[in-house]
């Protein structure tokens, strides 16, 4: 039972545009969540997080949006920039889980020169 | 070390071979996980380590899978009499403690194993 849904699976921007990653979740124990980035052959990196007493967080060119009511967040990208293309994965956890990680499938950016 | 080293990088296997993944993790950190991607799915839990002792083994597919840590450092997931579906890339990370949420964990560059 996939509690973590990344429902594209590819996304193509223009260098320089906004690039922006959805992802939402059933579960509504989610009180963590975390992108990473991941290029071919090597792991997952992380790249930014967010609790679930926010609804915004800023990382430089790297923002997330929580919208909890609706079960969905967000990673905007700003400026995008070639290399930014990667894999994004979403992912969540409970914190009494350990901090066990659900992942979702996955979106591919691919940014344009 | 200074990330998460997995060995091998990659494995192939026949079919009811029994297989033995490795990870060392960043030296320090007292939790590890392990975790794979099949194609085209995201990351699947597997199992976690709170210093040697694993308090969560739900993730585990089937019994044919296990895991150890010893010295609270190195682990090794072991598949015994491997099947077709378990080809997937077994990825290990690492973090200072459970629940040091804040950076995430440190993964591995993963080993891509395959059963013919």
């Known amino acids: 039972d996939q509690q973590v849904k990344q429902n594209s699976p590819s996304l193509s921007v223009q260098e320089g545009r906004i690039s922006i990653l959805n992802c939402d979740y059933t579960?509504?124990?989610?009180?963590?969540f975390l992108w990473y980035k991941k290029y071919p052959a090597e792991g997952p990196t992380f790249l930014i997080s967010?609790?679930?007493?926010?609804d915004k967080n800023e990382d430089g060119r790297f923002t997330v949006f929580l919208n909890k009511s609706a079960k969905h967040l967000s990673l905007h990208i700003v400026p995008s920039q070639p290399g930014d293309s990667a894999v994004y994965f979403c992912?969540?956890?409970?914190?009494?889980?350990?901090?066990?990680?659900?992942f979702g499938k996955g979106t591919s950016l691919l940014v344009t020169p | 070390g200074a990330g998460v080293s997995q060995s091998p990088s990659n494995k192939v296997t026949e079919k009811g071979k029994d297989v033995e993944l490795r990870c060392d993790p960043i030296?320090?950190?007292?939790?590890l996980y392990w975790y794979r991607q099949s194609l085209g799915q995201g990351l699947e839990f597997l199992i976690y380590?709170?210093?040697?002792?694993?308090?969560?083994k739900s993730g585990l597919p089937s019994d044919r899978f296990s895991a150890e840590r010893t010295g609270g450092s190195v682990s090794t997931l072991t598949i015994q009499r491997t099947q077709q579906e378990d080809s997937a890339v077994y990825l290990c990370?690492?973090?200072?403690?459970?629940?040091?949420?804040?950076?995430?964990?440190?993964f591995g560059s993963g080993t891509r194993l395959t059963v013919v």
């Open positions: 967010i609790s679930s007493i926010k």
């Open positions: 990370a690492s973090s200072p403690q459970v629940g040091t949420s804040n950076y995430g964990y440190t």
């Open positions: 380590f709170q210093g040697n002792s694993a308090p969560d």
């Open positions: 579960n509504s124990m989610f009180d963590y």
């Open positions: 992912a969540a956890s409970v914190r009494d889980s350990g901090y066990a990680l659900n």
């Open positions: 030296s320090g950190h007292t939790a």
